[in-house]
């Protein structure tokens, strides 16, 4: 298991609903801690379970102890509601307080 993790793969370790755009736009905003190598983004497994752990709501904790963490995974959350929501509410509460 690699280090570090792709765009995509963080996405799908946030919620199955997060886009790989939601997180190319949390490290604009320095949400998230990348490196980049030459034009590609690249977060560390710790920055992204820094990130989930300080908001529990978008979580796919699931992907979290999985090794296929390219997998959608399963949510205990309302239907209704994308992990891009909830990426986007705590993205705004960080920035209010």
């Known amino acids: 298991m690699s280090a570090f993790v792709t765009p995509a793969e963080a996405a799908s370790m946030l919620h199955h609903t997060v886009s790989r755009r ?25 920055e992204v379970e820094r990130f989930i752990s300080e908001c529990p709501a978008n979580a796919n ?7 296929a963490t ?22 705004m509460k960080q920035s209010r307080s």
Do not use: C, P, W
């Not at 904790?61 to 090794?67: K, R, T």
């Not at 390219?70 to 705590?90: C, I, K, P, W, Y």
């Open 61 to 67: 904790q699931h992907a979290l102890f999985s090794d």
């Open 22 to 46: 939601t997180v190319m736009t949390l490290i604009h905003q320095g949400e998230l801690n990348h490196v980049k190598f030459g034009k590609r983004y690249y977060l560390s497994r710790a």
């Open 70 to 91: 390219m997998a959608h995974g399963s949510s205990s959350m309302a239907e209704n509601t994308s992990g891009q929501d909830l990426v986007r509410d705590f993205v």
